[in-house]
């Protein structure tokens, strides 16, 4: 195994080499660095043209020239921007944290969506539902992401900040939304017409009442949860953990995650006056002592796997310090959308941060970069939800015909136990290959979504840069990406090798 | 009569074909039956026909009463389209899509920046398929040095990201001629394709057949094009087509970030670029471009997925359990009668 990482590793440098020499040909013929100055007034124009010709060695044959960069670049110097007159290894550094803040996310909620639709998709393969979700899934992997972003700007930011004047829901639009609700969950869950019919009616009616509800009580104005309701999340959640994970029988784990939530209802009322002086790592710290309180109780519990109970009733705990947290910071939101600089139009369509209002706080700058970030995270989980999905059906559908979930449920496995523990742990084994890749794609920026919300992360830097024709902060950019993908390509190949067994490397 | 039933049976779960049908009978009835592949081949030559007979090609003139560049110069209601719905009776009325800011007609402009994305599409998607098949071929067929040395460049094009090289390429080529930039983007899509073909290659070069071939005397490039590539059709086939949708978006990212077709020319990407900042005014110059680009990559992906089923040999199409049901129930009434 290490032999065999060490030679990709030291192929990879080579391929790396390769590329960068590739890519500086090409990008060194991109244009002119020179156009603005050549077409300038300046009296001095000649020593400004002589100087920067000196800078960026553009006196050099670009075949040559790259040796040039390759020798500071080995040193770790990798030459400056010059326009600003920037290091490009600080401008890195700023365009990186902007773009992992903005895909992390993004990339998390896109890859636990699709593999959950995914999944159900599979397991009602042919049904109406599995139909549907296929040909949403290529509409989404057909459109062009710049046209999705221009009308989540145009509808989604400017829509909602318009519907915040008069935050009331007409009835027509709560049956219809109600409606949707009830079809999508009546053709998700299997079962006899009458179950469905059921199951999807009662769906639609608590969407539409809830939302009704929030619409009567001025509730997006002034969002919160509270005790009651961030108990009934507790009580859905600590049941589809328990249910998915070892099954409503089973007695200590039940009584477990019951408790956990009870301790975090209760936690309520300390937590909040606790949050009032909360930072980012702090916020972190609770987070671990909810997840390990949860553990511990689970533990406490006991039973015959004392084990799965703590692993479960952790992850209720963490939701739990979710639900609280989210809570509290909706108590901030009425002063932040009331604040002179936001003036009741929270949602952003361009840009980071607003700059009026820095320095006023942990929630108020949270929720800044929430309104910020909501419509790109958006785009970009629509534009990579579509592959995950089909990836994930794919997968699925392939492993449950598979000789030994038959075996399995010859056997007598409850069919929980058949999907959840033989059926989707193998069907990720594709799926977790697959996200290095994309991952280490991802670090090079969304170069459209970034360049259309104007949000200057990795993908804006390198169009800005390519548009001046700035090879040095080009070369930068690239080194990061290429090294990121090789990188990637490889932790893949491991990954296969480490997760199935049957795959053998030969070094 | 139970012969019969058992045939029905058979013909349900797709297993006539062992009857000896030639490959392309069976795959061209697999994807027949294929009903998302159909509506989309068929939708997407409408299209095509629309696209290319409207405004004409080159010289030839088409039956549009505007051309791209013509001006209007009475602005009707603002250059609102006069498209409209009669029940499901449409009338188009003088310009179906609208008017640009200038009076320009934007069906004509849109069908104009849609024969040039097709053209941009296929020729980067052939040039792309056709590189990747001789570079995959020759890295799986003679193996060792070459297919080292081959595989470590694909490497290479795979380490850049699409976007980036391609914005590169498409800045110093997107300006001259669309026809251009489809070229020397197709040179840099065929990496995945390459490999997928020699994996094919390294197990088929391995068969009877290709032996059975040199012993009578067939050479080298005979094997590599005659024998084993019309046994590796079907990955090509598939994965030509699904490149093509991915060449669709591409060109239309890469024009709308300013790298890609430029002003005067025009594309689907470039339209929706130059038309942008009008959305909130005139958002119909926004609408029908984005429409055309996503009528071609999702018919085309849909084409793809179909082909992909039909190729398979693996697939085998299981019946609704409703229709299974009433075939049951009709061979038990054909045994009680007998």
């Known amino acids: 195994m290490l032999r065999f990482i060490t030679r990709r590793m030291i192929t990879a440098v080579g391929v790396l080499l390769a590329a960068t020499y590739l890519f500086f040909v090409l990008a060194a013929n991109a244009g002119d660095p020179l156009e603005d100055l050549r077409a300038s007034s300046q009296p001095n124009r000649d020593y400004l043209i002589e100087q920067r010709t000196q800078l960026l060695h553009l006196d050099v044959n670009p075949f040559v020239r790259y040796f040039y960069w390759l020798g500071a670049a080995v040193q770790g110097d990798l030459g400056k921007d010059y326009k600003t007159n920037q290091e490009v290894t600080t401008m890195l550094g700023d365009a990186m944290g902007q773009t992992i803040k903005l895909v992390a996310f993004a990339s998390v909620a896109a890859i636990v969506i699709g593999v959950l639709v995914g999944i159900i998709s599979a397991l009602r393969q042919y049904s109406g539902f599995d139909y549907g979700i296929t040909l949403v899934a290529f509409l989404m992997y057909s459109l062009p992401s710049f046209w999705v972003a221009v009308l989540l700007k145009q509808w ?40 469905r019919l059921m199951i999807g009616g009662i769906a639609g009616v608590v969407t539409a009442a809830v939302l009704g509800f929030m619409s009567a009580t001025d509730w997006f104005l002034d969002p919160g949860l509270g005790p009651v309701v961030i108990f009934a999340l507790g009580l859905a959640i600590a049941i589809i953990v328990v249910f998915l994970g070892i099954g409503l029988n089973n007695k200590p784990a039940r009584n477990a995650a019951l408790t956990v939530v009870l301790i975090g209802v209760a936690a309520y009322f300390p937590m909040q006056s606790a949050f009032e002086y909360t930072s980012g790592p702090a916020a972190l710290g609770s987070l671990i002592g909810f997840i390990a309180m949860g553990a511990f109780v689970g533990w406490l519990f006991g039973g015959p796997d004392r084990r799965v109970s703590a692993r479960l009733a952790g992850i209720v705990g963490g939701f739990m310090y979710a639900f609280l947290w989210l809570d509290y910071i909706m108590s901030w939101w009425q002063t932040y959308s009331n604040t002179s600089a936001i003036g009741g139009r929270p949602i952003a369509t361009v840009g980071s941060s607003t700059p009026e209002l820095t320095g006023s706080g942990f929630w108020i700058g949270t929720i800044d970069t929430f309104t910020h970030m909501v419509l790109p995270i958006t785009a970009l989980i629509l534009i990579s939800l579509a592959g995950y999905t089909r990836y994930m059906r794919g997968s699925m559908l392939e492993v449950m015909n598979l000789d030994y979930i038959r075996t399995a449920r010859a056997k007598g496995m409850p069919e929980r136990t058949v999907v959840m523990r033989h059926g989707f742990r193998n069907a990720l084994i594709p799926i977790a290959t697959l996200i290095p890749l994309d991952l280490a794609a991802l670090f090079g920026g969304a170069v459209i979504t970034e360049t259309v919300f104007g949000w200057s992360g990795m993908g804006r830097l390198f169009v800005g840069a390519l548009n001046e024709v700035n090879v040095n902060v080009l070369m930068g950019y690239f080194l990061v990406t290429g090294i990121l993908l090789l990188i990637g390509t490889i932790i893949a190949d491991v990954l296969y090798v480490v997760l199935d067994p049957r795959i053998r490397v030969e070094s | 009569m139970a012969n019969m039933n058992a045939e ?20 061209w009835g697999r994807f027949v039956r294929h009903k998302a592949a159909m509506i989309s081949a068929i939708v997407l030559t409408i299209t095509i026909l629309v696209v290319l007979t409207s405004i004409g090609v080159g010289p030839i003139p088409g039956w549009w009463m505007w051309s791209p560049t013509d001006i209007d110069p009475t602005i009707q209601n603002n250059g609102r389209p006069t498209l409209q719905f009669n029940g499901i009776v449409p009338s188009f009325g003088e310009h179906p899509f609208g008017q640009d800011q200038i009076g320009r007609d934007v069906f004509a402009r849109t069908m104009r920046g849609a024969q040039v994305s097709l053209l941009v599409m296929v020729l980067m998607g052939i040039i792309a398929t056709a590189v990747g098949v001789v570079i995959g071929a020759f890295a799986g067929f003679y193996r060792g040095k070459l297919d080292n040395v081959l595989m470590r460049l694909t490497e290479v094009i795979i380490a850049i990201p699409t976007i980036v090289v391609t914005a590169v390429i498409g800045k ?45 005397g067939a050479g080298d490039r005979s094997i590599i094009f005659r024998h084993i590539l019309p046994n590796s059709i079907g990955v090509v086939i598939v994965n030509a087509t699904l490149l093509m949708a991915t060449a669709t978006i591409l060109e239309a990212a890469l024009s709308f970030l300013g790298f890609g077709i430029q002003a005067p020319n025009v594309s689907l990407g470039q339209l929706i670029n130059e038309y942008q900042t009008s959305f909130s005014t005139r958002p119909w110059l926004f609408w029908w471009p984005g429409f ?29 359990t409703k229709e299974m049901k009433k075939q049951a129930i009709a061979k038990a009434e054909t045994e009680v009668a007998e």
Do not use: C
């Not at chain 2, 797709?14 to 000896?20: A, D, I, N, Q, S």
């Not at chain 2, 930039?181 to 040179?187: A, D, E, K, Q, S």
């Not at chain 2, 680009?293 to 199409?317: E, K, M, S």
């Open chain 1, 156 to 195: 989604g930011a400017i829509g909602f900040n318009n519907f915040l004047a008069d935050p009331h829901i007409p009835p027509v639009a709560l049956a219809i939304i109600g409606g949707a609700m009830g079809v999508v969950v009546g053709s998700a869950v299997g079962g006899e017409w009458k179950r």
């Open chain 2, 172 to 216: 110093v080529f997107g300006s001259s001629s669309p026809a251009l930039f489809g070229i020397v983007l197709g040179l840099l899509l065929w990496p995945g394709l390459a490999r997928l073909v020699r994996a094919e290659y390294l197990s088929l070069r391995e068969r009877e057949f290709v032996d059975a071939a040199r012993v009578a």
């Open chain 2, 8 to 27: 029905a049976q058979a013909a349900a779960v797709g297993e006539v074909e062992t009857k000896g049908l030639s490959l392309g009978k069976i795959v």
């Open chain 2, 292 to 320: 055309f680009i996503i009528v071609f990559a999702l018919t085309i992906n849909l084409i793809g997925d179909g082909l992909r089923d039909a190729f398979d040999p693996r697939q085998r199409r299981i019946p609704k």
